[in-house]
């Protein structure tokens, strides 16, 4: 390994040489960062999350190490601030106007249906009705996702130089929304075409430093991922059909919770396998490759083992917390035994009680949300990493600095939409 | 306490080579100097101007010189004696700077987003809200008020469904008639429904579409009949004014905003909704103050006293306390003291005023729930 970097360091050797993903995070500094900021967060009211949000990634970025170099985020908590706020403005006013538009024509087509639905067109009406502000969020959604995905990447280093992504979010918009519909359409058999489609989109208009990324491959290609997608849908029809024409309810029954176990495990399938796929087939500069040997196994092992420990560790915490203030309400009970004078003291025990229980609650959530971070959330992340290969880096020497991207609205949609995945 | 010659990588922001450097750290002089591998200079840099990554995970330490973003050149250090040497030296390491012009543009935005989001929902969604609500027709309005009411219905029914209104004929004959007469002069898109929900709650509504539903609790609370037109009253004064598909539109424009402006901070969801009250409470505090006006002038017309409204209103003060009266702003309703004053003005005294429904009404009307 050292033989290796010493030799990059001059640029000398000519050999391919290949570039190993590492994720290297000390849990617990990741936990107390996690905690402390995620606490800071409710205590202002949700004003500091966005520098809750960028000292962790920074703390993630500088964690993932390619080459023996770490990746850096560059973001600020006060650009983040700015960019929701300018966000806001944008959004008050679209979703104000237009959730009172879509309401008055939901009203005038909820009107329309008779009180009990007697059709097929009336369930249709009424149900369109009901989702026709969520259809309308959406542009709004994809525009915030590939702004936000523009943000991170203006922000993020490697060897000092910038990743980058062109301004094209309404092309972004447009292409997402038809695919979305296609897939809803074809009842999800064209979510590869989606997936694939709109990787590459933003994969032709990456950069690192001065060199563009490309996406390769087909989209037909990301089927084989959807394998047990299929299998799970067909274990739930035959489910269904046993508990329906079959004299075996019970039966029906666990075919069909087996159906949804394995439907799951499928999603997370097609998620590994369909960035395997589209890893593969990614091109930097012409010249540079990358492959992926993430395992959808370990994927479903951190959150099964990871749900278990945190319910295990959220358990234990609940009854410690219990039994204290079961021995401050003791306590505040002996006082109330005394005198005169102690129940006013009790009055102020009650009250400190009371404010102890909901901190200790907020706490609480906080705590969990933590422990989603440090058991679920980065260890997943960091399994991709870990089996991320970059194959020839030897021409990432070549490559120079962008320019950077200034963007005032930051990731401020996304923030405001509540999109953006765990980090 | 300076070092000489000590090993780091470097980055010069400009090329994605990795160079193998030396750097030295004179506290004399107040610099730190990068030498390339021959020992030639690369790089000077001031130690005031030295900023650190914060955050990093990795055990070495990461500097550049400037603010961290527009600062190209990295120095990564993994010697601990030097980085508690320069961690001593430099101290604007973890400092971040911040212009008054960047300032001033977070001020200018504050108030931007400020006045977009009060503007919003003080006037814009208001507005619309009513201008809207004009044109959605009466029977499509009606439909959404049953629809509503099917809702209530599924929320209230402890028992099995149908068993939740009260239907006694002769109650249900006398409550018409109440409501009847309280009409006079006015002309409605729908024909008025008055029902009763056996429940306990001491509450009255208006839905769209001309529904007005009274809770079995408030009929007990009622001293005299007329008490009971006088919140029937104040509920036809809000299907006169639209007031309940209107708040409905209302309501759908501000929904998202606050959650908007929170975030998915824990407990975010809880705020929004406190919130979201404060919001709406001085909109519907001028509803409902409308409401009693047009309650006061119905009973008038009908011939019984406004004081039966006062009346009510003291009596919910004894029977419930009045939640209004620490926190008038945040409550939907004006306080009931205030609204009693105002009923009490309305009442002249050189009228003589009959009974709204005679004795065997009232007494039906109680029994309404009757099984």
Known sequence: MTDTLASQGEGAALAPVPLDGAFLTEKSKLFWLAFWTGLLTVLTLGIYRFWARTRLRRYIWSAIDAGGDSFEYTGMGLEKFLGFLIALVVLAVYLGLLQVGLSFIGFNLWGAVTLEPSGPRDVLIQVGATYVTGLAVLPLIFYAQYRSRRYMLSRTRWRGLRFGLDAAAWGYVWRALLYFALSLVTLGLLIPLSTFRLEKYMTDRMWYGDAVFEQQGQWWGLYPAMKHLLIALGVLVLGGAVGYFGLARGLGAVILIAGSIWFLCGLVYYQVESFKYLSAHKVLDGTVRFTSNASSHRVIGIFVLGIILIAILTFVLSVVLGVLIGIVFASGGSVMNGDGAGIGLFAGAGVAVALAAVLGYIAFLVLIGALVTVFISAPILGHY??????????????????AGDRMADADGFADALDIGGAF | MGFTWVDARYFDGLSAQRRQVFVSLDVESQRLTIHDHLGADLDIWPLETLRQLRDDAGAGMVLCSGAVDPGEARVILANARAIAAIKAACPNLTKATVTPRTWGKIMAWVGASTAAVALMVFVIVPALAGQLAVFIPPEREARVGSAVLRQIERLLSDKDAGDWRCTNPKGQMALEQMAQALQQGQEFPYAIQVGVVDHKMINAFALPGGHIIVMRG??????????????????????????????????????????????????????????????????????????????????????????????????????????????????????????????RAAVQTAQNYNKSVSSEEWQAIQQICAK
């Open chain 1, 385 to 402: 990493i870990d089996t991320l290969r970059v194959e020839n880096a030897q021409p990432l020497e070549q490559i120079n600095q962008r």
């Open chain 2, 218 to 343: 408030l009929i007990e609370m009622a001293e005299t009949p007329e008490q009971l037109a006088a919140v029937m009253a104040h509920e036809l004064g809000h299907v006169a004014q639209k007031d309940p598909i209107e708040q409905a539109l209302r309501a759908a424009g501000t929904a998202g905003l606050l959650s908007l402006v929170l975030g998915d901070a824990t407990g975010g969801t809880v705020l929004a909704l406190v919130g979201e009250r404060l919001i709406t409470a001085k909109n519907s505090r001028d509803v409902e103050a409308r409401a009693d006006d047009f309650a006061l002038a119905q009973l008038a017309k009908a011939g019984v006293s406004p004081e039966a409204l006062a009346e009510f209103f003291e009596l919910l003060l004894q029977e419930m306390g009045d939640p209004a009266f620490d926190m008038g702003w945040i409550s939907s309703h004006p306080p009931s003291v205030a609204r009693a004053v105002h009923a």
